[in-house]
């Protein structure tokens, strides 16, 4: 087993690395015994409640059972990397990756930060870890063993030379390892000018290029091996961020206001008979119900709310104004362009023939089944202590620290498990935290901070709506000879918690904006230009920031690539083409073409233009069509094929089969990317034909499962999948992505059976039956 | 406001002086500190605080622990032992045998975040129960449309969770899995 027990004992400030070096080490702790003990270099750091990242040990320590241990700043949020992790580990150790165990997220025992949607870059700075360590361990073991490196073999943990074997656990038993991790970067820190608010949210690097081993050699990066966090979530023994449970720990309920932008009159009050352990705690408009009895808290706090009197505000444009609302802003320049303005423009006035359309998108959210839950305890000491499930542990705790202006090293942030994020907590803001450590602060308690789900569905941020505007010019066969695209959405990266507007405390801003997400796969198009633009959040003015927006699994090509494959379906129909042909005659890239052709051979793909020969807009038996799309995305290809059935006079569509290709470079772990692309597909197919945040002028409407819908098992289609792996191009992100590739599939397939384009999502029975009617 | 109850979860008594009106996975989750069954929605809409009573799923968050007083209540801590009951395992072996419902969400990595696999889990071993050789379309049936509501994953495991039911009932059956 080798995910990470999580104990929620509380670290002392000043003698952290200490406690938790020999709490991880223990007894058994030898490691790469350094001649400046751990503790004391850890200590002379410029951050002491943070480990040195240029020791070998706060990355790797070895001990004397042949067991490891593995720090990283990243954390296992669903995706698999308790499975990755070990093995690129032990892929360079040569050791079996059932010896690593991972600690991760805690900012006081992982050396490197960063997020988990950076996944890869956490995977190298291990990789080379464990590459510059096994060089290290060699000169050792030559040394021991007094015959040269080049005569030394490793097969697990067991270094074998001149007729002599020794384990790794007894080669650094009482030895010095000679070796300092060269690393790059630096953790987060509060900065209101910077993009996010924050200093780089990357984390650090490691840099250099130790030897390692090439795809050809791999023995355990290419398996199945399970991911660690299972068998413990599986039998109950896990503990969650919501497990944490400390002495004299207050439950708390939050009371929020009753709209979006409501401001406090007047507190409501607590019957003391009926709720004698129960307070009011209040700061600014934050407002919050602590008990030792949780059950005392949420039935306290509702009576509370009752009481609590706001006032009136109103807004929101409602969500049924949303492209209106957008459009009605005066976008100045793009926030990002790619491709060449002025020769792309020319090409497009002078053409004789263009086709254009438009996309659109209202506002989805990440909508976990557990809500936020945070626990924090401020001491007497001054150091604050907060337990999170959020994916950035170091963001969070500069934002924590900004919040409550301290520094940053006073505050502690120790990962535990919980409900996937999707990229609400990439930035280190969204969530229970502020809440508890603001709440923490005011009564001198701990403090455990439970949202409710209809509390999660009206206050957490946002994946923004979009519309985007596309167009082309194509020449007398139909192929593109210009494109532009130019999409508008409100603010995608605001990561403010909640508890701090509310309560008036410092919350750095960020800078609202948007960037080309989709990497461009037609570079036989002769003129491009892609541009995007940003405004500030919807309701942004407001007390609290409006509909904060957020990024949500997948950023920006959730987005971009409906409108950008939705148009290339558009072209190649206009064209009488194929829409798979046609993509290939826009591209000379052969990592696509391949993925292209071997996802169309899964399918059964019939070759010929869309719509069906039988397509027809009306009538009350059901009529089917398939819809394909492509994407490229952090150095992996995918391509998406929907097979749909819709009943014209009802516009029910039911996608009966998806077939996902991806080709990632090297495929780390085939069952993790099988599992990662189906769900991905259940996600995508949730997006394209249910979700959709709704709101009235003054608040979010869609607060629970019956309001805002997701798919359910009964409606998931069959799913195929197709996997390509090879060795010369690298590793690349298979674990997000594969949700961008259904709306637009959905979307085409729609258009094979019926002739009708679907522009926008989701493709609910009224919107499909509208359009079917028009 | 409080009565002294008696209670048996995963097959043993305790009791407790509680509100009886304490939604049960308060009590489960706070006093027993058996913490599978998790918080999701409060209002069963979602499943990830199913249990099961008597062999039966309720949901934990809207049932008051006055309405299982004296009944059996098993949450997936519990699973293991309903298994080794069922097939009169010896302790040490017990001790070594999960319920094969949890050993095929591990054969099959169904977990993603895993936040509502007790929930599924539970229903797995409810519909096993019953049908130990379930189709695909009984399996998305029992997991969508048994009241109060489908059982709801964010990350999207369905079909992990579809392979992994009958993963689960060929290991019931004795088959070769």
């Not at chain 1, 090439?214 to 068998?231: C, R």
């Not at chain 1, 009050?269 to 009926?274: E, G, N």
């Amino acid at each position: 087993m080798n995910s990470k027990t999580a104990q929620p004992e509380t670290p002392v400030f000043g003698t952290i690395s200490r406690r938790g070096f020999v709490k991880t080490g223990g007894a058994l702790f030898v490691s790469l015994a350094v001649p400046i003990p751990f503790v004391a270099r850890a200590a002379a750091a410029e951050n002491p409640t943070s480990i040195d990242a240029t020791l070998p040990e706060s990355w790797l320590e070895i001990r004397s059972d042949n067991t490891i241990i593995a720090r990283t700043g990243r954390t296992e949020t669903g995706v698999g990397i308790t499975g990755y992790y070990p093995q690129t580990i032990a892929e360079e150790l040569n050791v079996r990756p059932e010896t690593i165990t991972l600690i991760m997220g805690d900012t006081d025992r992982t050396p490197d930060g960063g997020y988990s949607a950076g996944f890869l870059d956490g995977m190298t700075n291990v990789r080379k870890v464990a590459a510059y360590t096994h060089q290290a361990l060699l000169g050792l073991a030559a040394t021991r063993m007094g015959v040269p490196v080049s005569s030394l073999s490793v097969t697990d943990g067991v270094v074998t030379g001149g007729g002599k074997k020794i384990t790794y656990g007894e080669l650094v038993q009482g030895q010095h390892l000679e070796l300092k991790i060269p690393i790059k970067g630096t953790m987060p820190k509060p900065d209101p000018t910077g993009e996010v608010g924050m200093t780089s949210m990357d984390g650090l690097t490691v840099t250099g290029d130790p030897p390692m081993k090439a795809p050809k050699d791999f023995k355990v990066i290419g398996t199945s091996f399970p991911a660690g966090h299972i068998p413990d979530k599986v039998t109950g023994k896990t503990k969650w961020s919501c497990d944490v449970n400390l002495p004299g720990m207050l439950h708390a309920r939050m009371v929020r206001p009753v709209t979006m932008g409501s401001t406090l009159i007047s507190v409501g009050t607590i019957d003391a008979k009926q709720f004698p352990t129960a307070k009011v705690v209040r700061k600014g408009n934050l407002v919050a119900v602590v008990s030792p009895n949780e059950w005392e808290a949420v039935q306290a706090a509702q009576s509370v709310a009752d009481s609590t009197k706001w006032t009136n505000w109103a807004g929101l444009p409602g969500s049924e104004n949303v492209t209106k609302a957008i459009r009605a802003h005066k976008f100045a320049k793009p926030s990002q362009s790619k491709g060449k303005a002025a020769e792309t423009k020319g090409a497009l006035q002078s053409a004789t023939k263009k086709i254009s359309a438009t996309y659109e998108q209202g506002y989805v959210r990440h909508a976990p089944i557990g809500p936020f839950v945070a626990v924090a305890d401020v001491n007497s000491d001054g150091i604050v202590t907060i337990w999170t499930h959020s994916s950035q542990s170091q963001g969070l705790r500069a934002r924590i620290a900004y919040v409550l202006s301290v520094p940053v090293e006073k505050v502690i942030v120790r990962w535990l498990d919980h409900s996937g994020q999707y990229g609400r907590t990439t930035f280190g803001g969204d969530g229970a935290e502020a809440d508890a450590a603001i709440l923490s602060k005011l009564t001198g308690k701990p403090v455990r901070v439970q949202w409710t789900l209809p509390e999660d569905m009206a206050w957490s941020s946002v994946s923004p709506a979009w519309v985007s505007d596309m167009s082309a010019a194509v020449d007398a066969k139909g192929q593109i000879v210009a494109f532009h695209s130019a999409q508008y959405a409100p603010h995608m990266e605001d990561p403010r918690p909640l508890g701090a507007l509310l309560a008036g405390m410092p919350s750095a801003a960020s800078k609202p904006g948007g960037w080309v997400a989709t990497e461009w796969p037609y570079n036989k198009i002769a003129h491009r230009l892609e541009d995007v633009y940003g405004m500030p959040n919807i309701a942004g003015d407001s007390a609290y920031g409006g509909l904060r927006g957020n990024i949500m699994r997948t950023p920006g090509q959730r987005q971009q690539n409906f409108a950008l494959e939705g148009f290339i379906n558009e072209a190649a129909a206009t064209a009488g083409t194929d829409p798979i042909e046609y993509r290939l005659a826009h591209t000379t890239d052969e990592r696509l073409i391949s993925l292209l052709h071997a996802t169309a051979e899964a399918a059964n793909w019939e070759t010929r233009p869309s719509p069906h020969r039988d397509a027809r807009r009306s009538g009350s038996t059901a009529i089917t069509g398939r819809g394909v799309c492509i994407m490229i995305r952090s150095n992996a290809y995918w391509v998406g094929i929907a097979e749909i059935s819709v009943v014209p006079n009802t516009g029910v569509l039911k996608v009966t089969k998806f077939t996902l290709g991806c080709e990632p470079g090297k495929v780390i772990n085939p069952r993790q990317l099988d599992r990662c692309m189906k769900s991905g597909v259940v996600m995508g197919l949730s997006e394209a034909l249910k979700e959709e945040v709704t709101f009235d002028k003054s608040k979010v409407t869609s607060t629970n499962w019956n309001s805002y819908k997701i798919l359910t098992m009964g409606e998931i289609p069959e799913i195929k999948i197709v996997q390509l792996s090879r060795d010369d191009k690298g590793f690349g992100g298979g674990s997000e992505a594969a949700n961008a590739l259904v709306p637009p599939a959905v979307a085409a397939a729609l258009f094979d059976a019926t002739g009708v384009r679907a522009r926008k999502i989701p493709l609910t029975p009224s919107y499909v039956s509208s359009l079917l009617k028009a | 406001m409080t009565n002294e109850l008696t209670l048996s979860v995963n097959g043993v008594k305790q009791t407790v002086t509680i509100d009886p009106d304490t939604p049960l996975i308060f009590v489960l989750r706070n006093e027993l500190k058996l913490t599978g069954p998790r918080m999701g929605c409060g209002m069963a809409q979602c499943g990830a605080c199913a249990v099961l009573l008597n062999g039966k799923e309720i949901r934990s968050c809207i049932t008051p622990v006055s309405g299982v007083a004296g009944q059996e209540v098993t949450t997936i801590e519990g699973l293991p032992a309903v298994w080794a009951a069922e097939k009169g395992l010896s302790a040490d072996e017990a001790e070594k045998t999960l319920h094969p419902v949890q050993q095929a969400w591990i054969d099959e990595q169904v977990p993603q975040c895993g936040y509502c696999q007790s929930g599924m889990m539970i229903v797995a071993a409810q519909l096993l129960a019953k049908n130990p050789n379930p189709s695909v379309e009984e399996i998305k049936d029992a997991f969508t449309n048994a009241p109060p509501s489908p059982h709801l994953c964010r990350c999207g495991t369905y079909a992990a969770i579809i392979d992994a039911v009958q993963r689960a009932g060929k290991a019931m059956r004795g088959e070769a899995l």
